[in-house]
Each structure stands twice: as structure tokens, then as C-alpha cells.
């Protein structure tokens, strides 16, 4: 019982730890397959998270610190998209210069508003989100096998979790089932076919990388006001790179999406939860190592264990009318 | 009611420095093939790039039906019953068909009810126009011939009466050529009006009833096809008289200089695509290889110049074995005599991004004449560049321009001025005049005959079979990657087309 106890452990921190991973991954999902690469998941997160400690420990509301997630995200996004959609900058630079802007300035304003080395005040109450409890969640506990399951695995989340894993069957039901989905695919494949069906590429890539704005907002909202109570510094630590490649790796699919970065949110679990502890007939591993575990393995998948994966093929290229 | 579908008046259009139209005036009946006709940049794309709201006109004015309309993007082209099919495909390649030709013309939010709609309506046109394609197929998986249906279709789906015709043969095989006019014909005969662009003058010929011809952006004269001639539109697109029919004299063949035996070549999935080839190239003289596209010839070559490894067979050139089944340095190929202008000069034989002195010596920049120690020497290549500029009349003449810059006419001098200039024994061509223009084709074709007469062996391959009969002086014909005839320059165009089409192939194979 006691291994079983421990399994549902891993999975349900499983679970947490991917969340953020499935936001972002299903934000760059949006972006990409319009045919914008987005390096930049990384830092519109960690604004994001930032925007949301701040929010939210000035005014207590974990709502409008959401909010404010989302619309720091979004500015980025159209930061992003200014350059790489109407000025046809490279969008390489353009998500790094994200990236770097963010890292250095929410350390500075951070220590300029809050005075505490570049965190935000810890968060309590109101001001951060609650678990939620699934109806019965009680009532079950002691049946065996099932209770656990029911009541410490599926429930007890975030209301954040709930909607990650929602927006999963949601998102690829807009991509495939819907008038929006079915232009931004083709934009992302060939925008001159999109233009001369008269439809305007440009706002249709702006809509986009919007939808990806506000999907880091969420996932950076869950980072520092479910996961943590409050911001710090860095707190993304390389999770936007990651689910970049959750996002190769999964071939820009949803369903896809959402298993690769369970699998890599497992891999994080596991190393938590071994660190310190000694495996069964190899001994005590280095906590490095295990920390490196999910790079490791990101770099073999995507070297040969997936197949081919085959970007969108208009991605990266700023859309120009052919002369 | 007007009997004019479309009319043009004084439409005028610049980039930057670039007068690509100039006060155009154009008139189109109803109900008629209108064949626009043009060197390339002569201006014909930009026309029709306006007249389908790509661009806007600096100045004049569009009447479609009688009516004067503006046209500010391709919607308000679409509504006002203009549908446009592309040089390069605007297809999703990995959508269906359905999905492609629904994209942009989607009534409702959700996709369900507009698949559904969609499909019927493509079914209904499908009847009516007798052009069927499979609604679930994926684009990608289907030929260019049904690629270019669905493009169709899709300006059918958007109830499209005039239809403007971007080089629409260019890609196509000659029997694809064929079913497109039958297709072009048909439409016709339903009341639509058509605009086809090409300066291919054959197909004007064929299928058009008046043909509009452009040159250096303006609208120099408009004939009713009946009444023209092939000598007088060349003419009217140059802007001189050109030599349709190239001037040669007696081959005089002497020593053989390639010879291939028993070559068989499989592509990348394993099919065989040359099929055990053997023949015998003579100093003096040009072979031509004829054949429809994709029966071999790309792989044949390829394998020749040392690009593709062969599974069997060998080749002899200049008196020395080539390995062509180990491993070829394609340079060392050259440096024993074998010059290559291949097929697909884009990817192949220039690098567009480069310079012009820079593509005029790519492959050869080892030789001492470039270098100084270990760099490159800059001012002998220009010099040198200079130099062939001069002797192939390249234009613009200016030998830091970006290879890309110039028009296809100009590449492909670029390609030949690099392989003839150096003198080869063995000069092997792959397609020269596959998108030039009539004024340089002349031009190419006057080149390879004083090659030929120069002593170099010539093995031409080429998809256009009137080039193939105006230049060889002994033809072959591959089919199914085999070699199933040689006829002389005495062949008739009926009887290499039976060969080309694989008829009377397997008999003569057989002996």
C-alpha cells in the first residue's frame, strides 16, 4: 500500500508540474501553426508571473493579479508579433529579445516596488487560488484503489489545472473543427494561399500569436499565484524552453501535446522525489543529474526516437506578396 | 449588358524605379479565350495581379460587365466574378481538397456545416464541368495536373465567370497540357471567359480566339488568333524578327567521347528510373534525349554528371572509366572534360543569393586562375565575368548584381557562359531554355550549334520536343527509363510522339 501511496504521489505532482508546461505548450501550438516560431514562451511566462505576484499582492485579488497576467502576456505577444509580422523582423531575435528584457526587468522592478531581492510579497487568502475539491472527493477516500485516485489524484487542483487539461480537447477542437482553425493552419502552411483567398494574413497571425499571449498569461498566473505564493526571480527556470520542445516533440498536436508534457512533467517529479534518496542497486545519484534527466531526454527523443517532426511550413518566414 | 467581360483602361503601374505597366488598354468579349502574350517581365503578371487586387493600380480603370469597379483586394476581385489560377499553386498542400477549396469561402463559424455544404457543391461541380478529383484526397498526394484542377475548382466554387490563367502549362506534361485545353475548351462552351497567360506561342495558337500581346510593359498590339501568325506575334512580343527555326549545318562526328553501357539508376524509394541505357556520344555532334517528363532523363543525367550513384553499368568519357556506381567527385569529372548545365538551375546550377562573378566560376573556384595564395583573387573573377557578360550578352551587365536579380534568360547564360567558356569535350545540358524567354532562346540555340561545331560532344535532354528536333542530330527516346528508339533528324513530331508515349516502345526495345 505504501508503494501504491507513492505512486499516486508521483503522478499527482506529476500533474501539478505539468500544467505550466501545457499552457505554454499550447500557446506556442497557436502561434506556430500560424506560422510564427515563438522562442519567446519563456520570458511572456515569467511576465506573466510577475505581473500576477505584483497584482495580486497590492490588491489582493487573485483575479485581477490573473488579469494582469494575461494582459502583460498579450503586450508581449504584440510586441513579438509587431516585429515578426508587420516589420518582418527574424522572429529568432525578436523571442530571445523577449526573453532577456524580461528576465532583467522583473528583477529590477521588483526590487524597486517590493524591496525583496527581486520576489514579491508572499501571497495568502484571496490573494492566491485555492485547491479545489470534486464534489464526493470526502466521501470516496477510503475506497480502496478508486478513493485515492478519485480523491488525491484527480482531485484537490487548481481551478488553472482543470482548465490546462480542458483546453487541451477545446484547442483542438478551434484547430480542426472551426473556420478560425482550419485559416490559421493553412497560414501557417502557405500564406499566399490564405491572401488570395482574400483573407487578410496579417490580422489572422496577429489573432494568433493573441490567443498564444494570453495562454502564457495563464500559464505564468499558475506559477507564481497556484504553484508559489508569490514571484521569483527567474521562477520559469528554462519551463518555456521545455515546452518548446514538448511541442516538436508532440508534432504540433494537441492530445499530443498534453502526453509529452505529462511525460516531461514526470521526469521533473521523479527527480524531485529521488533526489537524496538512494536507487535500488545503483546507490545514491547526483542531484545534478537527475535535475538534467528531462534535458537529457529531451535532446534523445528528438533525436531519433519521434520520427520526423515537421514544422509548419511556413514557420519563421515573415509573409511578403510575391512581386 | 455589355459583350465585354472585362476592359482595361489606361491602367498604369510602377515599383519604385520599375514601369511595369504602362497606360494599358485591354478589352476581353465574352465568352472567348484570351491569350495575354509576353517575354518574361514583360509586365503580363503584374497586369493580372491588379486586375485580381494583389496590387493597386497608380492610375486607371477597371470595367468588368459594363460596370467600373475597384478592385482593393482579391475579395472584391472574387465577388466581382474573378477567379484567379496561379503560377505557383495557392494550395495547403497537406489539406484535402475539400478543405482547400472551402478555405476563405466558409459560411459559418463551425466547420461541420460548411464541410458538408462544400462537398456537395463540388460534387455538383464536378458534373458539370466533368472535372472530378477525389474531395478527401490530400493535396500533396495528388499530381500536378490535379493540383492544378482543385485551383481551378476553387475559382469555380467562388462562382467565378472570368478566369485568368498564370502560365498555367509550365508544370504541366504535355498530355497534361492537352486535357487542360479540352478542360479550358469546355468552359468556354459553359459562357465562362478565360485569360491565359504564357509565352509559350504554341499554346496561343492552339487554344486562344484573340491573343493580346505585351512588351517592356506596354500593350503593343491585340489580334484575332485566326488572323496572326507565330513569325508575327515572336515578333511583336521581341520587338525584332526572330529566327524561330535554328540554322545548322552537316554534323561532322568524330572520336567517341562518352560512353555509357548497360547504366541503371534507382531513385531514393528504390525505383528504377534508368533502366540498363547504352550509347555512344561522338565529338561533333548533339544527341537528344527526348522524352516526357519524369521517364528517366533527370536520374540519366544526374547519374552521368557524377550527382547520383548508379547501381550498374559504367561510363567512359574521354578515354577513362568513371566509378559511376562507387563514389564521383563531380569536380573531378570536370576536370576531365565534362561540362554540365543542369536541369534545374535554381537549386542546381546557381547559388541565387550570390553574385554574378561569384556564380560565374562556382565549381571551378579551385582552379589557379581564381586564387591568390589562399584567397580568392576578386579581380580576375570580375574580370573574367566581365568578360563572358560581354560575349553572352548578359543583361542587366553588371556583375555585382545578385544572381537572383536577373531574369531567367539571364541565369541560364550565367549557367551556359560557365560550361561552354572553359571548353569542355563532353558539354551535357539539361532543359537550356526551360523558363527563357523567346529573344534569349534564339540566342542559347545559335550557342550549343557553335559548341557543337567546335568539336564538343552535346548530349541535350529537354522536354520540349520541337527544341529536341531543332538541335539533334540523333534522337533518342526514353520511356519507362529505357531507351526505346534513336531516330535521326529526319523523325516526324507523330512518330517521336508515339515513341515518347511508350506505343511502339516495347516492340523495338525487344530486338
Given amino acids: ?323 | 449588358m455589355s459583350d465585354l467581360a472585362i476592359e482595361l483602361r489606361g491602367i498604369d503601374k510602377s515599383f519604385g524605379l520599375v514601369h511595369a505597366n504602362k497606360d494599358i488598354n485591354l478589352q476581353v468579349r465574352k465568352g472567348t479565350i484570351h491569350g495575354i502574350i509576353g517575354e518574361n517581365g514583360a509586365g503580363k503578371s503584374t497586369l493580372m495581379s491588379i486586375l485580381y487586387g494583389f496590387y493597386q493600380a497608380d492610375r486607371g480603370e477597371i470595367v468588368v460587365d459594363g460596370k467600373a469597379v475597384v478592385i482593393k483586394d482579391p475579395n472584391a476581385a472574387i465577388a466581382s466574378g474573378i477567379g484567379m489560377v496561379h503560377q505557383h499553386f495557392m494550395l495547403v498542400e497537406n489539406f484535402t481538397v475539400l478543405e482547400n477549396i472551402m478555405l476563405g469561402a466558409e459560411d459559418s463559424q463551425v466547420l461541420n456545416t460548411s464541410i458538408s455544404k462544400a462537398r456537395v457543391e463540388l460534387k455538383r461541380l464536378e458534373k458539370e464541368y466533368a472535372l472530378e478529383v477525389d474531395p478527401d484526397a490530400l493535396i500533396e498526394e495528388l499530381p500536378v495536373g490535379l493540383q492544378q484542377r482543385v485551383e481551378i475548382l476553387k475559382a469555380l466554387y467562388r462562382k467565378a465567370d472570368i478566369l485568368i490563367l498564370d502560365e498555367p502549362t509550365g508544370v504541366l506534361t504535355p498530355a497534361e497540357a492537352d486535357h487542360l485545353f479540352r478542360i479550358l475548351g469546355q468552359l468556354k462552351d459553359q459562357g465562362k471567359t478565360i485569360i491565359l497567360i504564357t509565352h509559350k506561342l504554341r499554346e496561343i495558337m492552339a487554344i486562344t480566339d484573340e491573343v493580346s500581346v505585351m512588351r517592356r510593359g506596354e500593350m503593343v498590339a491585340t489580334r484575332t488568333t485566326k488572323e496572326t501568325s507565330v513569325e508575327e506575334l515572336a515578333e511583336l512580343m521581341v520587338g525584332r524578327r526572330v529566327l524561330l527555326r535554328v540554322e545548322k549545318g552537316e554534323a561532322n562526328p568524330g572520336a567517341v567521347k562518352l560512353s555509357v553501357k548497360n547504366l541503371t539508376v534507382r531513385d531514393g524509394r528504390g525505383v528504377t528510373m534508368v533502366d540498363n541505357v547504352s550509347f555512344d556520344l561522338k565529338a561533333g555532334e548533339i544527341v537528344g534525349i527526348a522524352g516526357v517528363a519524369g521517364n528517366g532523363q533527370s536520374e540519366l543525367l544526374e547519374a552521368i554528371s557524377g550527382i547520383r550513384r548508379a547501381v550498374s553499368g559504367s561510363v567512359v568519357l574521354n578515354g577513362s572509366t568513371v566509378d559511376v556506381t562507387g563514389h564521383v567527385d563531380p569536380g573531378a569529372l570536370r576536370s576531365q572534360g565534362l561540362g554540365h548545365v543542369p536541369e534545374d538551375r535554381h537549386h542546381v546550377g546557381l547559388v541565387l543569393k550570390f553574385d554574378e562573378s561569384e556564380n560565374a566560376i562556382l565549381g571551378y573556384q579551385r582552379d589557379k586562375r581564381y586564387l591568390n595564395g589562399p584567397f580568392l583573387n576578386m579581380e580576375a573573377i570580375r574580370a573574367e565575368a566581365e568578360e563572358k557578360i560581354q560575349k553572352y550578352d548578359i543583361r542587366p551587365p553588371n556583375a555585382k548584381l545578385k544572381t537572383a536579380n536577373f531574369s531567367g534568360g539571364n541565369q541560364q547564360k550565367i549557367v551556359l557562359a560557365r560550361e561552354m567558356e572553359r571548353g569542355p569535350d563532353v558539354l551535357i545540358i539539361g532543359q537550356p531554355t526551360r523558363g527563357v524567354d523567346v529573344g534569349a532562346i534564339e540566342f542559347i540555340h545559335k550557342r550549343i550549334i557553335e559548341m557543337r561545331d567546335r568539336g564538343m560532344a552535346v548530349l541535350l535532354v529537354s522536354v520540349e520536343l520541337d527544341e529536341i528536333r531543332a538541335l539533334s542530330d540523333r534522337i533518342l527516346v526514353m520511356f519507362a527509363g529505357r531507351v526505346v528508339g534513336e531516330r535521326g533528324t529526319d523523325a516526324t513530331e507523330g512518330e517521336l510522339g508515339l515513341l515518347m508515349a511508350g506505343v511502339e516502345g516495347p516492340k523495338e526495345a525487344a530486338e
Avoid at chain 1, 515563438?38 to 488579469?67: C, H, P, Q, R
Avoid at chain 1, 487568502?125 to 485516485?149: E, H, M, N, S
Fill in chain 1, 1 to 323: 500500500m505504501d508503494f501504491f501511496q507513492t505512486i499516486i504521489a508521483l503522478l499527482e505532482s506529476t500533474i501539478r508540474l505539468s500544467v505550466p508546461l501545457i499552457f505554454a505548450a499550447l500557446a506556442g501550438l497557436y502561434t506556430e501553426r500560424a506560422g510564427v516560431f515563438d522562442i519567446g514562451l519563456e520570458g511572456k511566462m515569467l511576465g506573466a508571473a510577475f505581473a500576477a505576484g505584483a497584482v495580486a499582492a497590492v490588491t489582493g485579488s487573485v483575479f485581477i493579479g490573473l488579469l494582469a497576467a494575461i494582459l502583460i502576456s498579450v503586450l508581449l505577444s504584440l510586441v513579438h508579433g509587431y516585429a515578426s509580422i508587420t516589420q518582418r523582423g527574424s522572429q529568432i531575435v525578436s523571442g530571445v529579445a523577449i526573453n532577456f528584457i524580461v528576465f532583467g526587468s522583473t528583477v529590477i522592478l521588483g526590487e524597486a516596488w517590493f524591496r525583496q531581492g527581486g520576489r514579491t510579497p508572499a501571497l495568502s487568502g484571496d490573494a492566491r487560488f485555492q485547491t479545489w475539491d470534486l464534489p464526493f472527493a470526502d466521501a470516496v477516500k477510503d475506497v480502496p484503489f478508486i478513493g485515492p485516485i478519485y480523491a488525491n489524484l484527480l482531485s484537490g487542483h487548481f481551478l488553472l489545472t482543470y482548465l490546462a487539461f480542458a483546453l487541451v480537447p477545446i484547442s483542438w477542437w478551434v484547430l480542426y473543427r472551426t473556420r478560425f482553425g482550419l485559416r490559421l493552419r493553412a497560414v501557417g502552411e502557405n500564406p499566399g494561399a490564405v491572401d488570395t483567398a482574400g483573407i487578410s494574413v496579417i490580422w489572422l497571425r496577429y489573432r494568433a500569436v493573441i490567443c498564444c499571449g494570453i495562454l502564457c498569461g495563464f500559464a505564468g498566473a499558475y506559477l507564481s499565484l497556484a504553484m508559489n505564493a508569490g514571484f521569483v526571480k527567474g521562477m520559469t527556470a528554462g519551463k518555456g524552453y521545455i515546452a518548446l520542445a514538448a511541442l516538436i516533440f508532440a508534432k504540433w498536436r494537441p492530445v499530443n501535446i498534453m502526453l509529452a508534457c505529462l511525460l516531461f512533467g514526470f521526469l521533473d517529479a521523479l527527480a524531485i522525489r529521488l533526489q537524496g534518496n538512494p536507487l535500488p542497486l545503483i546507490g545514491q545519484v547526483p542531484v545534478q543529474l537527475m535535475q538534467a534527466l528531462p534535458y537529457i531526454l529531451t535532446v534523445i527523443l528528438l533525436a531519433g526516437f519521434i520520427g520526423k517532426a515537421i514544422p509548419p511550413k511556413a514557420g519563421g518566414i515573415p509573409y511578403v506578396k510575391e512581386r
